[in-house]
Structure formats: C-alpha cells, structure tokens
Antibody, heavy 113, light 112 residues
Framework: EVQLVESGGGLVQPGRSLKLSCLAS????????MNWIRQAPGKGLEWVAS????????YYADTVKGRFTISRDNAKNTLYLQMTSLRSEDTALYYC??????WGQGTLVTVSS | DVVMTQTPPSLSVAIGQSVSISCKSS???????????LHWLLQSPGRSPKRLIY???NLGSGVPDRFSGTGSQKDFTLKISRVEAEDLGVYYC?????????FGAGTKLELK
C-alpha cells in the first residue's frame, strides 16, 4: 500500500524558515517524480514544486521560487521542502503527492507573528 | 500559465441524479508525447484529494464506473451518473502537461 506521511509543519513567524518532510512507503520511491502541493485554509489547490526521480529536474511555482527548495533522499525514501523567508500567504496545508495519484494527509504550516 | 476554468462552482443534486462538470483550459493540454494530462480529483470534507480520473478518461484505482471523463485539447467534462452520498465534496480538474501545474477553482457538489 502506498503511503505518504508528511511532517514538520507548525507555527512560525514571518521571515523564518521551516523544513517539511514526506516519508514514502509501499512503492519504489526512487522511480517516481514527486510534488508538493498546498491548500490555504478554505481555498483551492496550488502546486508548489516538483522534482524528478533522480533530482535532475526541479520546478517551482513563481510564488515560492527563490524561497523554497525541494529535494529528496532516495536512500531514505524521503521528500523535503525547505521553506525560507516565510510569509503569511504561505499559510496552508502542505501535501506531498505522487504526483496526483497518491496524496499524504498533509502538514499544516501557519505563518503568523 | 495555463488557466483552468471550471464550471459550475457549485451543484446541488439529489441522490441518484446525474451531473456534469466542465473544465476548460487556456491552452491545449496535449503533451509532446501525444498524451493529454488532464485529471479529475475529489476532495471529500476533511480529507486529502483523491484522483478519480487521469489522462482525460482513465478511471483511477478503485474508482466506480459511475464516473467518466471525456474531452480533448482544451475542453473536458466529468460526468457522475447516479450520484451517491459518498460523492459529495469538491471536484477539481488539474493539468500536468505544462509547468506550472494548475488546478481549476473547484466545483462543490452538495445534496439537495
């Protein structure tokens, strides 16, 4: 069974940093590209970033480019999202997804002073 | 960016009724490999999104055949035949042909 378990969310002040993790199981993680997708409270879905299976290709939404970094450790079956210079508009539930077929339960990031 | 325009924004339906949701993209969603990466998702209340249909018309794993997807190029439709209570929630179309990936604003399906 495919499982994606996000962690690392929390309450953080504007301008600070946070690193999210997504532990994958039930499939060969190194064979798949992965995504981070977020959902602000009461809003729709917004794609954040994608990374190819070997990390050769990485893409970001303009709203996070230069502030967020997606990465992966295939030996640890883990996807990461390093978020810096956080803003209030980054407040959202962050999902990892493979790429839309399987979703985690999400981890909530709240940016507030 | 590809804009995904989804209509209607909400639907009020009776159990057993059939409904359709439209999704139009601002650009063709045909990729260089000839495939069309248009997908439909359902987000039930309090749950993570679930993929219903991929590449326009392919049913996701375990998805009942009451769901069907049609369309091509820039114009797509999700049809739900004989709505059941478990179908309630917000439906999204999404494209993964072009970066940035984009989603429709959602269609909220409610019980009449």
């Amino acid at each position: 069974e495919v499982q994606l378990v996000e962690s690392g969310g929390g309450l953080v002040q504007p301008g600070r940093s946070l690193k999210l993790s997504c532990l994958a199981s039930g499939f060969t993680f190194s064979n798949y590209g992965m995504n981070w997708i977020r959902q602000a409270p009461g809003k729709g879905l917004e794609w954040v970033a994608s990374i190819s299976s070997s990390s050769s290709y990485i893409y970001y939404a303009d709203t996070v480019k230069g502030r967020f970094t997606i990465s992966r450790d295939n030996a640890k079956n883990t996807l990461y999202l390093q978020m810096t210079s956080l803003r209030s508009e980054d407040t959202a539930l962050y999902y990892c997804a493979r790429p839309l077929a399987y979703w985690g339960q999400g981890t909530l990031v709240t940016v507030s002073s | 960016d590809v804009v995904m325009t989804q209509t209607p924004p909400s639907l009020s339906v009776a159990i057993g009724q059939s409904v359709s949701i439209s999704c139009k993209s601002s650009q063709s969603l045909v990729y260089s490999d000839g495939k069309t990466y248009l997908h439909w998702l359902l987000q039930s209340p309090g749950r993570s999104p679930k993929r219903l249909i991929y590449q326009v018309s392919n049913l996701g794993s375990g998805v009942p055949d009451r769901f069907s997807g049609t369309g091509s190029q820039k114009d797509f439709t999700l049809k739900i035949s004989r709505v059941e209570a478990e179908d309630l929630g917000v439906y999204y179309c999404a494209q993964t042909t072009h970066f940035p990936y984009t989603f429709g604003a959602g269609t909220k399906l409610e019980l009449k």
